[in-house]
């Protein structure tokens, strides 16, 4: 396995990543507000590239990608020390240490880089296997966002109810 930045040659097997894990559905992930099409993984990539600071590192076995973390960089000025991650991981490599190496290696790349000083992420309260990686991994808990999203499969909240 190797993990490394991506560039604009990697869009497809990219998007064929991100389509497959989303495709899921799981309870962990937002929704798709959008179907995924390869055509807006070239563009979100493109932009992503074209951020200053902003990467996506992959994780290759052989010739698939099979995980990755989306690192995107604020624009603002006053948070351009920022950037906010997503990650996903094929399911057949789950929980075999690949999100722990691709967090770390992260991680480093922006020591090194010194543009992105402060890494957030939202993780959903289901979301217990991720939880503890990014405990693991160093992240802190900042807070909670408290009815800031609603799951389609939630019930009906009593304080929305005339």
Not at 42 to 59: A, H, P, Q, R, T
Not at 65 to 75: A, M, N
Not at 121 to 138: I, Q, R
């Amino acid at each position: 396995m190797d993990i490394r930045k991506a560039n604009f040659d990697d869009a497809e097997k990219w998007y064929t990543l991100v389509y497959e894990v989303k495709s899921e559905d799981l309870p962990t992930l937002f929704k798709m507000t959008k179907p995924i099409t390869l055509d807006s993984t070239k563009e979100y990539l493109k932009n992503i590239l074209e951020n200053d600071g902003s990467f996506v590192l992959l994780c290759i076995n052989e010739d698939s990608i099979i995980g990755s973390i989306d690192v995107v960089r604020k624009k603002r000025l006053e948070e351009c020390h920022v950037a906010d991650i997503g990650m996903c991981i094929k399911k057949e490599y789950r929980n075999k240490g690949i999100g722990t190496k691709l967090l770390q290696e992260m991680i480093e790349i922006c020591r090194e880089e010194k543009k992105i000083k402060k890494i957030e992420l939202d993780v959903f309260s289901n979301n217990v296997a991720g939880k503890k990686l990014y405990e693991k991994v160093g992240f802190e808990y900042e807070g909670r966002r408290k009815r800031s999203i609603i799951k389609e499969a939630l019930p009906a909240i009593g304080w929305l109810q005339g």
